[in-house]
């Protein structure tokens, strides 16, 4: 599948991918990457330059119409009607796509706690948000397509939205995750794909993936500490030391040498996230397309 636009971006080349039924497929790239051009392919709102999609098998171009009714899509750019309340909304796309499961509906507003009854423009990122996560899963589509899904919402909501997305796979329905950060994915996607100006470099579970990333650790210590005994460590490189914190650059395998070197102190406080994508993509990926 290749999507050439008009200006002569090539945002998508010859892309070549397979995501089974039940799957939670991650499709990771930074901003640019192509990854809502492919999300438009799929959803047959601009035309491929070459090749095909299909959704549960059907053409997303000669079945658009059979396609796009299986399909719960969370647009990246979440756009509601702002001059309607919550349910105004609801009702008024549950009546143009028909289908919806009244119970399922309302289930998912009281999961979510959706505010109903205000003007949606008054509501915050997050309560928008968690209306379009009730308009994408409503219908109890086949096939999810989520862009940067969990923008917006507090913890606790993540981790209910993640609770739907394995309930829905379990049910045997299809989630497609994009998002620019591992962070978003990696609690719920099986498989990640992983895509950089336009072309899918990598395609691998996402403990793999995990496992071969750089992390980004953070250690502050209850007294001033010489990061010489973190640099000696394999895979480890120290990104900052001011006395009593570290900042240290690690693959997953080297998390166990780091915490045994900083009990040797007294440690107050250590946060382990991984690190941006684009610094993902400089440690994987370098070589691979000899662009950097
Ligand atoms: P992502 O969703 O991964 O951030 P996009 O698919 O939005 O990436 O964009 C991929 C590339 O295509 C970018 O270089 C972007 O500037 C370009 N692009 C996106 N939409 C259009 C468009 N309508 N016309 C021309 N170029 C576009």
Redesign the pocket.
């Known amino acids: 599948l290749s999507k050439t636009?008009?200006?002569g971006?090539r945002?998508?080349v010859d892309l070549d991918l397979r995501v089974e039924r039940g799957e939670i497929f991650g499709y990771l790239?930074?901003?640019?990457?192509?990854?809502?051009?492919?999300i438009?392919l799929l959803l047959d709102l601009i035309c491929p330059t070459a090749g095909q999609a299909a959704i549960a098998g059907l053409d997303t171009r000669a079945r658009d119409v059979e396609a796009r009714r299986r399909v719960g899509y969370l647009p990246?750019d979440l756009r509601l009607s702002d001059r309607l309340s919550g349910r105004e909304q609801l009702d008024s796309l549950g009546r143009l796509r028909g289908g919806v499961d009244h119970a399922t509906r309302d289930a998912l507003v009281e999961r979510f706690d959706c505010v109903l009854d205000r003007p949606i423009r008054e509501l915050s990122k997050g309560n928008r948000q968690k209306l379009g996560v009730v308009q994408a899963f409503m219908h109890r589509p086949e096939v999810l397509i989520l862009d940067e899904p969990t923008g917006g919402l507090d913890p606790l909501n993540q981790g209910e939205f993640r609770k739907l997305i394995r309930e829905t796979a379990d049910d045997g329905r299809t989630v497609f995750l994009?998002s620019?950060s591992l962070d978003e994915v990696q609690h719920t996607a099986v498989r990640v794909g992983v895509?950089r100006a336009?072309r899918l470099v990598d395609v691998d579970s996402v403990e793999s993936l995990r496992e071969r990333s750089p992390r980004h650790v953070t250690i502050r210590f209850g007294e001033h500490v010489d990061p010489a005994a973190f640099e000696a460590l394999l895979g480890v490189q120290v990104l900052e030391s001011d006395h009593d914190v570290v900042r240290l650059a690690a693959p997953e395998p080297a998390m166990d040498g780091i915490v045994k070197a900083a009990a040797r102190h007294r440690v107050v406080d250590l946060v382990s996230e991984p690190a941006d994508l684009e610094e993902i993509f400089l440690a994987l990926y370098r070589d691979d397309d000899g662009r950097d």
């Open positions: 636009y008009p200006n971006v945002a998508l790239g930074p901003n640019g990457a192509g990854k809502s051009t492919t438009r990246g994009s620019h895509i336009g």
